[in-house]
């Protein structure tokens, strides 16, 4: 097995993802750290998504090398066809932001309040196998209705209560979604 | 002569309320699931299929039809109202009807995707009558150099779907090829981009990221600006009540009938689908239309385009299924099983053996899509009233209606993850002008370019695409679809 193999190997691993996302992480804040020097303030953010997909082709490139060869054409061929195509492309835009051709960073609000609630998704999803879907859809809606200043709150719990009835009669019962029970109710 | 006689006998078949009641509740039914994101035309169907084994066959085979019919049109009630495609053949009416709603036409939107999709459906269903056998006899003859060829005629079509920047549509069309090819390689077996995760051994599901890159992106862009006053008259954009007259829909009447034309003639051709038909006619009607730089914007032409084309992909894809037993799309499949269910072989013998059940289906068919209308135009003053609802209380039900639906795909928690994963990465390539809807694109696309590329090499060698002339028709039409905007740009910009 060549050395690229090995490495591809690796990085195809759990552990190798976990590498691939702190080396990503790493790179953004290089990035972000350079972009002030070598690029106008008007492309930085275009600049740092070209970087994170650049890297990401190289790091999906390298795996490739790990791909059993069976056949006229291997599991590499097509993959490899793709990320040369996406490499070509982040290059040429590279190359008109650091010229000036290229457009400018659109105008963007405050990053604040979508990130906030991103979290909060990911934090009812994470609680969900434990409170079950029912409880945990429930406490969301009312917090997320909260959290975009509603405050009237007959329609709050009306709307959450018809949304659970919903979900329950509908995709539970009728369509044998299997929602997580939660451990509560197991217990 | 005795196609008509044959026609007016299944005709003949629907009088009665059993058959009526069937088809009705079949596009209530249909409709419904079209409209859910998480829910497809060929899980509606599966799922129905159940409750009409009872049935007389030719009565579930007409409320499984209906579904079908039903579900494709359902999807662009979600796509056209809150920006999420209900079906993936709907993707295209998001890029037009979304921008209609959000400039206070949403009953443009609405009333254009269900005229568009009527019309395109009784085309569809009027070359599966008149042309089955022949067509089927095409379609079956098709090499996998021709669906990649095919497959890549689909994909030129990515230069129309970013706006300005043709690179950067590029660029994503590539991100989503590649995202496809993650999961176990369908010929070799080997696990590729997996990262030892049991979950990716598919690869990431359709809905989920359509789901997220559409709809949650937009919820989460929609946040970083300040929501409007809840006390005030609700949203900024109120609809202004306004309806297309018959003269607007005339306007239409060239792209939906050349939309339906394409519709029907990919979803005849298996694997296909009505996703690539949808995607197909957008982009041929951007490009044949007179004001092609308002697509994505709220031209009516593109919402028509991916309507018509999507409702007459449903007749195409049932003509290799009747006449061969060769399915034209997961819900053809599906209603294949329901064929085997009674008994009933398909092949040029159904025609001659059972020709009142054919043609009552046909029959059926055309009556769906009258009642299709009926209940959408009824349904449409409901929908309108979404753009009534609050922001405030519209986030939190579309954030849930998304993490659901991409929940019940698979039963997974996995799939939601990923939904939520790629709203975040929608919402950043968003910000920063790269497009997403050709992510979607290379998705969708990309397992078939994959596959019939790897397969025609392996029969036939790298030469095979230039070879056939089918497939080399194709792809020179590709490339000049794909350099023709490039070199238009670059004229413009030497002009100004």
Redesign the interface.
Known sequence: MSFLAKIGNFLNTPNGLLLVLLMLIGILILGALIARKVVSKYYKGQFLTLLALIYLSLIFFIITYSFRKAGKVTAAVVPRLWIFGLLGCCIYLLMNIFRGNESKDPEGGSLIKPLVYIGMCLIYIILMPFLGFFIASFIFLITSFLFLNYHRWRVIFLISIAWIAFNYFIFYKLFYVSFPQGVIINI | MELFTQLIQGFSSLFGISPILAITVGVIFGIWVGAMPG?SPSMGVA?MLPFTFRMPANISLMMLTAVYLAANYGGSITAVTINTPGTPAAIPTAFDGYPLTQQGKIGWGLGISLWASVIGGFIGILVLILFSKPLADIAVKMHPAEYFSLALLGLSSVASLGG??G??S??MA??G??IS?IGL?P??G????????LHLFDGFDLIPLLIGLFALSE???R???K?PN?SSAYNKQKNDGQWPKIGDYWKLRRVILQSSFIGTVIGIFPGAGSAIASLISYDFAKRTSKSAETFGSGNPEGLAASEAANSASVGGAMVPMLTLGIPGSASAAVLLSALAIHDLVPGPMLFKQQPVLVYGLFASMLVANLIMLAIGLLGTKIWVKVTLV????L???I??IA??GS??VK?S?FD??SC?GF??VG???K????PTAPIVL?LVLGSL??SN??KA??MGGYSVFFTRPASLVLIIISILFFVLPFIQFHKDKKRH
């Open positions: 829910l799922l300005k920047s690179i950067k590029f660029a590539m991100l090829l590649l090819t390689d010929i070799s080997v696990k590729r981009f997996t990262f030892g995760q919820v989460f862009e946040l970083e600006t929501l809840t609050p922001q405030e209380l986030i939190p039900l954030v849930s993490l659901v929940f019940a039963n928690l939601v993850f939520i709203g975040v919402w950043l390539l910000r920063y002008g790269f290379g370019a994959e590329f790897r090499v392996i």
